[in-house]
T-cell receptor, first 114, second 115 residues
Framework: NAGVTQTPKFRILKIGQSMTLQCTQDMNHNYMYWYRQDPGMGLKLIYYSVGAGITDKGEVPNGYNVSRSTTEDFPLRLELAAPSQTSVYFC?????????????FGPGTRLTVT | AQSVTQLDSHVSVSEGTPVLLRCNYSSSYSPSLFWYVQHPNKGLQLLLKYTSAATLVKGINGFEAEFKKSETSFHLTKPSAHMSDAAEYFCVVSELNTGRRALTFGSGTRLQVQP
């Protein structure tokens, strides 16, 4: 199993540009998540999905959109990029939403908006 | 509401000496608690988790953590540090509240291991 994969690894955007961060998992997990990690901070939840076709907002959803057309893929879309979106983005997946369940993380996408 | 406080942003130890990374939490419910490790330019990897089965939890790479409800703490320890332990460590509290799982991360502790 490759686990959770993310592309690209790095990206530099100009203010106002758009991009999609890709996330794929091969563990047949129903639950997927997007987090951002700002310097010196823990991760904050942007969006999550409980299955194909179902998504919901997390703690910091403004400026982002998601879709979930398949179990495997959970892309994150940035429209009109802003410097405040400079961060490292992590995708994760889990088997269930039970509080005891481990989340599996991808390697991250480092995004800079200038 | 739940919260996590990692009491040290940086910890530096010598190789072969004990490691202690401190974490306090608050939770309205019976939480699950995790420690994750993040090596440079890598994703997060689970070290161990507490799920109310036993208060002393053993994880990978010789790490363990003790859940102390009276002190609302979940400190991470290792008897003898190795150079490969140098990384960022996150304490995480997880609750299932009103049907939605809430995961709260601490701000992280960077562990340096000196030769």
């Amino acid at each position: 199993n490759a686990g959770v994969t993310q592309t690209p690894k790095f990206r530099i955007l100009k203010i106002g540009q758009s991009m999609t961060l890709q996330c794929t998992q091969d563990m047949n997990h129903n639950y997927m998540y997007w987090y951002r990690q700002d310097p010196g901070m823990g991760l904050k939840l942007i969006y999550y999905s409980v299955g194909a076709g179902i998504t919901d907002k997390g703690e910091v959803p403004n400026g982002y959109n998601v879709s979930r057309s398949t179990t495997e893929d959970f892309p994150l879309r940035l429209e009109l990029a802003a410097p405040s979106q400079t961060s490292v983005y992590f995708c994760a997946s889990s088997y269930s939403m039970e509080s005891v369940d481990e989340q599996y993380f991808g390697p991250g996408t480092r995004l800079t908006v200038t | 509401a739940q919260s996590v406080t990692q009491l040290d942003s940086h910890v530096s130890v010598s190789e072969g000496t004990p490691v202690l990374l401190r974490c306090n939490y608050s939770s309205s419910y019976s939480p699950s608690l995790f420690w994750y490790v993040q090596h440079p330019n890598k994703g997060l990897q689970l070290l161990l988790k507490y799920t109310s089965a036993a208060t002393l939890v053993k994880g990978i790479n010789g790490f363990e953590a003790e859940f102390k409800k009276s002190e609302t703490s979940f400190h991470l320890t290792k008897p003898s540090a190795h150079m490969s332990d140098a990384a960022e460590y996150f304490c995480v509290v997880s609750e299932l509240n009103t049907g939605r799982r809430a995961l709260t991360f601490g701000s992280g502790t960077r562990l340096q291991v000196q030769p």
